[in-house]
């Protein structure tokens, strides 16, 4: 079998890709896999199948780098080392920003209390976000409340990287309140430092203190883009 490096390698060069998850754009597999190939030193059959089949790159020099490069370009079956042109430009599906995932959306609101074990989430539908919002921890709620309007309207969609637990004071979080679910505050160190505030963006709703205890139970992570019609 060949060496994943070297493979791994010619697959960059042919795909313009610079990072893992650039190619794992490419291939449209998880990044984890490609960690998982890396790992045990082999290349998956169907890694060479999929760049054939959508870039017209040769099996060959992909495992022995022998042979042209391509063996398919735009003019059809036809060896190559530099073809004039692809029918699909690598570069383009490289960029994150140019492929989109398939999201779960949830509903915010969940029967959550400090005593018990946090709730599941329901089902909402599904969102396709650009590969670039995406999160290995990511979760989408549409907004149900108004306290955070203008900022983040009711119906907008929102996403919170649940790996981020670290507070910063003025960044929007998702936490958990008794009996709603999910809400949105913008969260801020209290004057004497030994407790968090946690505020909306309208006055008509109170703020709450939470203590640091309470803080790192109730959160969900930190909001990292809105997604929504002007």
Not at 61 to 70: D, E, R
Not at 115 to 123: D, E, L, N, T, V
Not at 140 to 166: T, Y
Request: charged residues 25%; neutral net charge.
């Amino acid at each position: 079998m060949p060496a994943f490096a070297d493979v791994y390698e010619r697959i960059k060069l042919a795909t313009n890709c610079r990072t893992q998850m650039e190619l794992a754009a490419v291939l449209d597999i998880r990044q984890s896999s490609i960690s998982d190939a890396k790992r045990r030193n082999t290349v998956p059959g169907d890694w060479f199948m999929k760049l054939f089949e959508r870039f017209g790159l040769n099996p060959d020099w992909l495992k022995q780098g022998s042979g042209p490069m391509y063996l398919r370009t735009d003019k059809g079956y036809v060896p190559s080392e530099k073809p004039e042109g692809l029918a699909e430009d690598p570069a383009h599906f490289g960029d994150p920003q140019s492929r989109c995932v398939i999201s779960p959306i949830f509903l915010m609101s969940c029967p959550y209390s400090d005593s018990k074990p946090r709730p599941a989430f329901s089902p909402a539908g599904r969102l396709a976000i650009p590969g670039s919002l995406q999160r290995d921890e990511l979760m989408v709620f549409r907004m149900s409340s108004d306290n955070m309007a203008p900022l983040l309207p009711p119906q907008a969609h929102f996403g919170v990287d649940s790996n981020d637990l670290e507070i910063t004071s003025g960044k929007l979080y998702a936490v958990f309140a008794p009996h709603e679910g999910v809400t949105v505050r913008k969260i801020f160190l209290d004057g004497e430092q030994e407790g968090y505030l946690l505020r909306s963006e309208s006055a008509q709703y109170p703020e709450t203190r939470l203590t640091p205890q309470q803080l790192k139970k109730r959160l969900l992570g930190r909001v990292i883009w809105i997604m929504q019609e002007l």
